[in-house]
T-cell receptor
Framework: DQQVKQNSPSLSVQEGRISILNCDYT??????FLWYKKYPAEGPTFLIS?????DKNEDGRFTVFLNKSAKHLSLHIVPSQPGDSAVYFC??????????????FGQGTILTVHP | SAVISQKPSRDICQRGTSLTIQCQVDSQVTMMFWYRQQPGQSLTLIATANQGSEATYESGFVIDKFPISRPNLTFSTLTVSNMSPEDSSIYLCSVATGHSSSGANVLTFGAGSRLTVL
């Protein structure tokens, strides 16, 4: 049962344009959502997150939107740069306690930004 | 944030053998987490390594297959036992490194150990 899904395996965008990466989830107990970026031969690195009580969080060129009723979130990158080319993972967590450290990840979306 | 070193970075293993992956963190941490990423799949938590107690395994993962050691607050090992081609994956060590501005627990990951089982 895939609780977090990224239905687009890849996305290609021109430099300077907007990149929109999408993520859907099924577990209504998730209370935090995170985006990680991964370059080849490196571990995933944290990018941005959002609490389930918010609908938007912005950090520089990166904005995450959450539509709780649709169980959908998206990551917007504006403007896109060639250095943004990487695999982007959506992840979700369901609070602390026994779930501490447990992130449920999507399959990832490969973003390619062309100069 | 913490710096995590994993060894080996990659290896090719024979069916039926076992391999131990090492994870070293540059600071003391209470819990360390082992994840697996099978080809084309998402990252999945295998277990939480606690210092001074047994590791806590997620559903579908058992100690006999993935024994874990945690001798101190900066080091852990994961052994993949009696390997089969289905164990070909990237194995990643991670630690919690605080909260994001939105309050989420943020994990920092090592570069991973890519195992190929023939």
């Amino acid at each position: 049962d895939q609780q977090v899904k990224q239905n687009s395996p890849s996305l290609s965008v021109q430099e300077g344009r907007i990149s929109i990466l999408n993520c859907d989830y099924t577990n209504s107990m998730f209370d935090y959502f995170l985006w990680y970026k991964k370059y080849p031969a490196e571990g995933p690195t944290f990018l941005i997150s959002i609490s389930s009580i918010k609908d938007k969080n912005e950090d520089g060129r990166f904005t995450v939107f959450l539509n709780k009723s649709a169980k959908h979130l998206s990551l917007h990158i504006v403007p896109s740069q060639p250095g943004d080319s990487a695999v982007y993972f959506c992840a979700a967590s369901a609070g602390g306690g026994t779930s501490y450290g447990k992130l449920t990840f999507g399959q990832g979306t490969i973003l390619t930004v062309h100069p | 944030s913490a710096v995590i070193s994993q060894k080996p970075s990659r290896d090719i293993c024979q069916r039926g053998t076992s391999l131990t992956i090492q994870c070293q963190v540059d600071s003391q941490v209470t819990m360390m987490f082992w994840y697996r990423q099978q080809p084309g799949q998402s990252l999945t938590l295998i277990a939480t390594a606690n210092q001074g107690s047994e590791a806590t395994y997620e559903s579908g993962f058992v100690i006999d297959k993935f024994p874990i050691s945690r001798p101190n607050l900066t080091f852990s090992t994961l052994t993949v036992s009696n390997m089969s081609p289905e164990d070909s994956s990237i194995y990643l060590c991670s630690v919690a490194t605080g909260h994001s501005s939105s309050g989420a627990n943020v994990l920092t990951f090592g570069a991973g150990s890519r195992l190929t089982v023939l």
